[in-house]
């Protein structure tokens, strides 16, 4: 039977907040660690991984091995190749020589994850946590929710996981156009329930050139009529750009890099993470060639499609009148601005990392901060928590992060290659013990001159070896 830790005096070894795709991996690699008394909480009523977005083309930007336990260790039962075989479904996946699955496969797979893990409790939010210090312990306050109504419970922890993920962002000059909630002005992440709506809608304008509005761009154009599209597409970014992909581009997904990024001073972590925008926020060769392609279609029979693409170009503000939408524009390069009247607005204008404060309610003051009061997170994923923190004399209460340290970690924070090894250094780190063997090298970049080495490589010293301060690199 699942614990439950509602008695402080046997508390759960680890409870996880939120089960979206990085403290699944949490749940499924702790789930053969035999005596970790664990749970996790979610609170909406059933895994669903981005349900808006599932677009039926659509696929993961990472492959396949990159999926909640492999990268970790292959031989879980809950990596993909098992969940094919589970679903009888090993050969075709064989032929179809695809290394990128739909994302509704990925969503799938990781729905039978959530199926057959135990101690996964959905329809549960985890309002506060607070430090119950009589019992040396975290406690809980969480709300189940069901059909028939909300009880209330307080479950008791030693460790805790928090993986809240994103929640979307609307730029603050548009919300006011969100509004009435009548489907006219949505949010990318709502998509798919509004596409009826939109395909057959006078104009509609996507916002925002990353992955979802490409897709979103691509599925309206390939739905509408040819030769009466009635669509724009405009972006912020100087270019509707391709994503960073190169073998040696990727290898910024590596825990090699986030070794390398976490000890960079903070001034120089922020100043990457803006300029490494094109390895995550553009978009993937293959939607912009799609993009491309399905344009050229609809000229063969001449004519040009009724479909305006603009990049460098910011919505500054909207109104809304009875009939219409009207969105001010404005164009970085020509210093201009323009009004366009469109019927249905799509803001593809991405997502934003759930603040971890409300939750940890008093506990925030004990987190260590940055500069710009971001959170310090170590090398193992747990908040820095300070002298006066609860736990520290005893060396319990550890608070582990999944998702929140982009900038102590890096452009990996929500990349899915990442989340098995994450969940790794975890489980590794709470138990004390290597369950899960981790490589010492992950990339062939040496990224920085304290480069690292995989174990009994060559090393060439020159290009090494970091002089001492006024000295000059040995010849
Ligand atoms: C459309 C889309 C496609 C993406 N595709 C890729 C891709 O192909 N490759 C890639 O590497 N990355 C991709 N990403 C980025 C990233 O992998 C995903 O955002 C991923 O879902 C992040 O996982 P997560 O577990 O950190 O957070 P989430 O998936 O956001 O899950 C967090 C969960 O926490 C729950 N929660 C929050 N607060 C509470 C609370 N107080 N109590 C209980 N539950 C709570 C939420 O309900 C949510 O279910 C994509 C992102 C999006 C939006």
Redesign the pocket.
Known sequence: MTPSGTDPTRPLDLAG????????ALAALAHPLAGLRAAW????PAFR??PG?LIEDA????PFL?DLVTLADPTSRWSFLNYLRHTQRLYPFYFSERFHSP?AEYDAYCRWVADGVPGLRFG????SVHWDARHAVFALAVTRLTDRGETSLVTHARHLAI????APHIPGPLRHLTGPGDGRVLHS?DYLSHRDALVTAGHVTVIGSG??GAEIFLDLLRRRPDGREALHWLSRSRAFAPMEYSKLGLEHFTPDYTRYFHGLPEPVRDRLVAEQWQLHKAVDHDTLAAVHDELYRRTLGGGWPDAVLIPGVTVTGGARTAGRLHLDLAHREQDERSHLATDAVVLATG?RE?PLEP?LGDLAGAVLRDSAGRAAVDDRYRLTLGTAAPGTGTGTGTVFV??SERHTHGVGT????L?AHRAAVILNTLTGHAHYPLPERTAFTAFGLRGTHAPGARRHEAEFAVPAEGQALPR
């Open positions: 907040i939120g089960i979206g795709p990085a403290n699944l909480y979610e609170q909406e991984w981005h977005l696929t993961l930007q990472v990159a994302r549960h939010r985890v309002d993986g809240i993920g994103t992440a992955q979802s997502y759930r939750l999944l998702g929500p990349d899915l290659g989340v």
